[in-house]
């Protein structure tokens, strides 16, 4: 069964305002439908509520959620300013998809009460600030032509039944491809010294590049391991530009905004909640 439209708004504020606390504090739980003894013994339904303690004093906040096509009235927030006063010392909040009526805003801003839309952004929320981010990456990667382990002749033929003008082959993966040393402990594998062929930062054909070892080892499945005295590489440097443009408007889920100040908090479809950045 779907979930009611004006609790899936509630909700929404609450992820919110979870998201900002954990940026800015630890341990506050900020939780969704919350009843609230007033002074009079009047219980209270708080959309959503948290409080925290800091320096010997409780701090306690009530956000009243109105998903509404249109402005809020004064009326609204004169009924949540009253539950407040019942409830004392409590800081109020009041969110909603629209907007405020003139005087719903001159009333909140009186007594205190901080009034916020929260809603999908529009693209005047974009006038200004960043809106897209573009990742632009242009890369360098070698082109193997050829690499030629240069095995110990002398060595294999006294240490396997390999003898000269024998051949032999193996397969796998560069990175499965090991070389070690005498323990058998990895030194290195063919992806790494490929990914650390030295080049220039532009496109080249025809370049070279030997390395050596001492007491290094290769393992041929037919033959056991073969001491290797280095790999010579033969190799291209060839260079591929992209272009990737992360969209405000496909990843974001909702803007917070404060309307007395006009300040804005982003929040994605990740969960992450971030201030809006100015161009």
């Known amino acids: 069964m779907a979930e009611n439209p004006n609790t899936e708004y509630e909700r929404l504020a609450q992820e919110i305002y979870q998201a900002l606390a954990g940026s800015e504090a630890n341990n506050i739980k900020v939780q969704h439908n919350v009843l609230v003894k007033g002074r009079s013994g009047c219980e209270h339904q708080i959309d959503v509520y948290w409080e925290f303690s800091s320096m010997g004093e409780t701090h306690r906040v009530a956000i009243e959620c109105k998903n509404y096509s249109h402005n809020v009235s004064i009326g609204r927030i004169r009924d949540f300013h009253a539950a407040l006063l019942d409830v004392g010392n409590i800081n109020g909040i009041v969110v909603t998809k629209h ?108 370049l070279t590049h030997d390395y050596k070892f001492d007491n290094a080892y290769i393992v041929v499945p037919a033959h056991g391991r073969l001491k290797l005295l280095g790999v010579k590489y033969t190799y291209d440097v060839r260079s591929a530009s992209s272009e990737t443009i992360l969209e405000g408007e496909e990843i974001a889920r909702a803007i917070l905004k404060d309307v007395q100040s006009g300040g804005m908090h982003f929040y994605d479809k990740d969960g992450n909640i971030a201030e809006k950045r100015d161009v």
């Open 99 to 206: 907007g405020f009526q003139s005087g719903a805003v001159k009333y909140a801003n009186y007594y205190g009460i901080s009034l916020k839309e929260c809603r999908f952004p529009t693209p005047s929320d974009w006038e200004g600030r960043v809106k897209d981010i573009v990742i632009s990456i242009h890369a360098f990667m070698p082109h193997i032509t050829s690499r030629e382990p240069v095995i110990d002749l002398a060595w294999a033929v006294a240490n396997t039944d390999l003898k000269e003008g024998d051949s032999f082959s193996f397969t796998g993966y560069s990175n499965e491809i090991q070389i070690t040393d005498e323990q058998g402990d990895e030194i290195t594998n063919f992806h790494e010294m490929e990914s650390k062929l030295p080049q220039n930062w532009k496109e080249e054909t025809g």
